[in-house]
């Protein structure tokens, strides 16, 4: 059974910081591509951050230098690591298989970001 939890969301203020976790169970999760999304309000979700099964990493341009991704494969786990972060950056943000999500979504986890 494959199941997406991801946590560390909250209400940031304008330049501040969270990391979010993400445990993906149920896959061998070695062998994936892995990333983070975001959906806005009102908007398509979008893929963030990705990392291969061997660690190379790639961003989208809108957090690329602020937001760094890491993973573990000994406990199926990716964090994403989020600086500077932007009001623009409030969202949902989910975990999945990347650059196509196969997996059902997870929960998410809220980001707010406002002073």
């Known amino acids: 059974q494959v199941q997406l939890v991801e946590s560390g969301g909250g209400l940031v203020q304008p330049g501040g910081s969270l990391r979010l976790s993400c445990t993906i169970s149920?896959?061998?999760?070695?062998?994936?591509?892995v990333g983070w999304y975001r959906q806005a309000r009102g908007k398509q979700r979008e893929l963030l951050a990705r990392?291969?099964?061997?660690?190379?990493?790639t961003y989208a341009d809108s957090v690329k230098g602020r937001f760094t991704i890491s993973r573990d494969n000994a406990k199926n786990m990716i964090d994403l690591q989020m600086n500077s972060l932007k009001p623009e950056d409030t969202a949902v943000y989910s975990c999945?298989?990347?650059?196509?999500?196969?997996?059902?979504w997870g929960q998410g986890t809220q980001v707010t970001v406002s002073s």
């Open positions: 999945n298989t990347a650059p196509t999500a196969i997996l059902g």
């Open positions: 149920g896959i061998d999760f070695s062998r994936y591509t």
């Open positions: 990392s291969t099964s061997s660690g190379i990493k």
